[in-house]
């Protein structure tokens, strides 16, 4: 498959496309930082540069990636986690605008598969 990985430089995203590339898929990994496309490269990946809300940048990236599927790790969530609603603006902006923008590069690039993260609070769960 051709993936594309937003969020393909985060906690997530590293473990992520270093998976899909050691069992045969051709991934695109998303960044903003240009100091992250060797780190990127050296899993095996092709790295992207653009901001997910930056709409027309990130349709360029995607569609010059042909993808299969899309995958969305994104997030702006502090490291050490949210510790007040002001620590959720950018997060919740990259998940409103940012998905908006990366289903629509998707959509445009005629990728079959997109898949965005969820999660649930489950109070009382055991792990
Ligand atoms: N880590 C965990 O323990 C954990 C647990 C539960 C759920 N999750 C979920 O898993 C998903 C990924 O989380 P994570 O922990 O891997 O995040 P992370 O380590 O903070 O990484 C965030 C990723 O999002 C990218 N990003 C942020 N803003 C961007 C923008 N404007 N444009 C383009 N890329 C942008 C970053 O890329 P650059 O900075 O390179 O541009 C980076 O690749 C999230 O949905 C999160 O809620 C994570």
């Known amino acids: 498959m051709k993936v594309f990985v937003a969020g393909a430089s985060g906690t997530v995203g590293i473990p992520l496309v270093r998976a899909l590339v050691e069992v045969g898929h051709q991934v695109t990994a998303l960044t903003r930082s240009p100091e992250k496309q060797d780190e990127l ?45 002001s620590d959720l603006v950018a997060t919740n902006r990259l998940r409103i605008d940012g998905t908006r923008n990366l289903l629509d590069a998707a959509i445009r690039a005629g990728a079959q598969r997109f898949i965005g993260g969820s999660f649930g609070l489950l109070p009382g769960a055991k792990t």
Not at 53 to 79: E, G, M, N, W, Y
């Open 41 to 85: 490269r050296r899993l095996g990946a092709t790295p992207a540069l653009a901001d997910a809300l930056d709409a027309q940048a990130l349709r360029t990236a995607v569609l010059a990636a042909t993808p299969s599927h899309v995958i969305h790790q994104l997030t702006a969530l502090p490291k050490e986690g949210p510790s007040s609603e």
